[in-house]
């Protein structure tokens, strides 16, 4: 596709559900990143795919945290049992290779836990 | 540890004059990159500018430039000619060559007004 596209726009979740969040990268693209970004903060990295390979995963807050790429290009980024502090607006990027040149992030998933 | 440190929550400008948003960052590597971003309501982060840290002259894309002082690790974005749709986030990104990871700032919430 032409950009990064994510999915859900919004999702409300309750305290408990489990969740899946989609990011289609553009074709072709190597590399894709998860970034978490909590209100009034800047994005903070999460996890790192090279081809179908994660390659980091330094950044996932806790074992309730998975992600996937197993197909070398959609990616899906699930959090079990969610809890309030997850609420954030989560954000996909995607590189064609190398890092210099910036990444091109998608639009986002703000999900809320209530 | 680096870090990327951006004291103006916020920001007003007129249409037409010019802002400077700015930006420090402390690290203990030498070849790195800077970046600033757009984040609209859409919420999709824009590559706005990016320097790299071995070159003295300072990167310049249209109506934007940056100051960057290495010695200083200051790095400060100039927006000429202000626009209504430049009101926006804006973040200041680092990161060092060999990794991927960006290191993002707090923001700053620009407004132009009419």
């Known amino acids: 596709g032409a950009g990064v596209s994510q999915s859900p726009r919004y999702k409300v979740a309750k305290r408990g559900q489990d969740v899946a969040l989609r990011c289609d990268p553009i074709s072709g693209h190597v590399s894709l990143f998860w970034y978490q970004q909590a209100l009034g903060q800047g994005p903070e990295f999460l996890t790192y795919?090279?081809?179908?390979?994660?390659?980091?995963k330094s950044g996932l807050p806790s074992d309730r945290f998975f992600a996937e790429r197993p197909e070398g290009s959609v990616s899906t980024l699930k959090i079990q049992r969610t809890q309030q502090e997850d609420s954030a607006v989560y954000l996909c990027?995607?590189?064609?290779?190398?890092?210099?040149?910036?990444?091109?992030f998608g639009s986002g998933t703000r999900l809320t836990v209530v | 540890a680096q870090t990327v440190t951006q004291s103006q929550p916020e920001m007003s400008v007129q249409e037409a004059e010019t802002v400077t948003l700015s930006c420090t960052y402390d690290t203990s590597e030498s070849n790195y990159y800077l970046f600033w971003y757009k984040q609209p309501p859409s919420r999709q982060m824009i590559l706005v500018i990016r320097?790299?840290?071995?070159?003295?002259q300072n990167a310049t894309e249209n109506r934007f430039s940056v100051n960057f002082q290495k010695a200083a690790k200051s790095f400060s974005l100039k927006i000429s000619d202000s626009q209504l749709g430049d009101t926006a986030m804006y973040f200041c990104?680092?990161?060092?060559?060999?990794?991927?990871?960006?290191?993002f700032g707090t923001g700053t919430r620009l407004k132009v007004l009419a």
């Open positions: 990104a680092f990161f060092y060559s060999g990794t991927y990871k960006y290191i």
């Open positions: 320097q790299e840290a071995y070159k003295q």
């Open positions: 990027a995607s590189s064609l290779e190398g890092f210099d040149y910036g990444y091109t």
């Open positions: 795919f090279q081809n179908e390979a994660q390659l980091d």
